[in-house]
């Protein structure tokens, strides 16, 4: 039977478009390697002596890719999380009093395969680093636990923006291998998410009336003044109650580890980067995307993902303020003392339940 997603045509279109912006020439992309193999070392000890978080799958590896090599390895990661909802989604098909002949089944993999892969096409011109915490346990060791670097686009920024290059990547590998902390360095981190997004997508109805009714709510919600797609797009409109508990806990989770990403990152540059404010200010300015892009991300909860940053760095800086280091990495001790989304845009409620103790985790 059909899957509801052709992945391999996600890969196709996806890897079309992407393919089309040139990538960077020889010589550059051996200067960018050996750039990123030195200061992704380089971050981590900065990382390690600011954070005290310390990897348990020793040290991190870099590796530069183009855009479509960024696909690959996002449309893989898309195909995992995505498993529980494709296959109800298959299961629904086949129980159905009557199902379309398989020649329509498959055309309707193959459309939502190319939205798929124009989604990632157009994500691939934006990425500058990645870490990739989707460990699959039956391919290659080479290929897990790696720290992706982007290199047309991380060039195309340096040449824009008039920026040092060494001084730039070295940035740039801050923030990735601070995330990579987090999720090796936190013993419990990395099922933890990964139990959060399988609850939220396996209970997911794969009824298209939902859809339509949530699209319905949407334009209301939008004419009263409100919201709706800040906390997670449409996903969090189809989602039940239950599931809006995981997509809020993932909410939370995200946006305190791209906020500490951000705050580390600033930190533990120090003399070493002397632009990072400038670097933080251009790179805040080219998230704000515009026009079409903007609808996309603001569909898709992307647009709310490009808030995470801020709140994530508001949270950690009024937690420490209050308690220091020491009070913030109680994040770390077990799932239960991560933040809620209201309790990232409420700091206070987080700190009044760490500063309660014992029993009184979420």
Sequence with gaps: MSEPISWSQAAKVAAGLAGRSPGLVAYEAEAMVADFDELTALAERLVE??????????????????????????????????????????????????????????????LNGAQLGMLLAWMSTRVLGQYDQLLVEDERPEDQDVVYYVGPNVAAVER????????????????????????????WMREHFLSLVGATLAGVDPDPRRLLEALRRVGEDLRAGRRPLDDGGLLALLATPEQRLAIQAIGGMMSLLEGHGDVTMDRAAGERVPNAPLFGRTLHQRRQTRGAARLVAVALGLDAKLRQYEQGEDFVRAVERCGGRALLDRVWQAPEWLPDLAEIRQPERWIARAEAGPGAGG
């Design 49 to 110: 002596e600011e954070t005290g978080l310390v990897s348990r799958e020793g040290p991190a590896r870099a590796r530069v890719i183009d855009r479509v090599g960024w696909v690959e390895v996002n449309v893989a990661s898309f195909q995992r999380l995505a498993k529980p909802l494709t296959e109800r989604m298959a299961a629904a098909r086949a129980a159905a009093r009557w199902r379309p002949p398989e020649w329509s089944a498959s055309l309707g993999g193959a």
């Design 160 to 187: 824009r923006y008039g920026f040092p290059p060494r001084e730039f990547r070295l940035w740039l590998a801050l923030h990735e291998v601070t995330h990579r902390a987090q999720f090796t360095g936190v013993p």
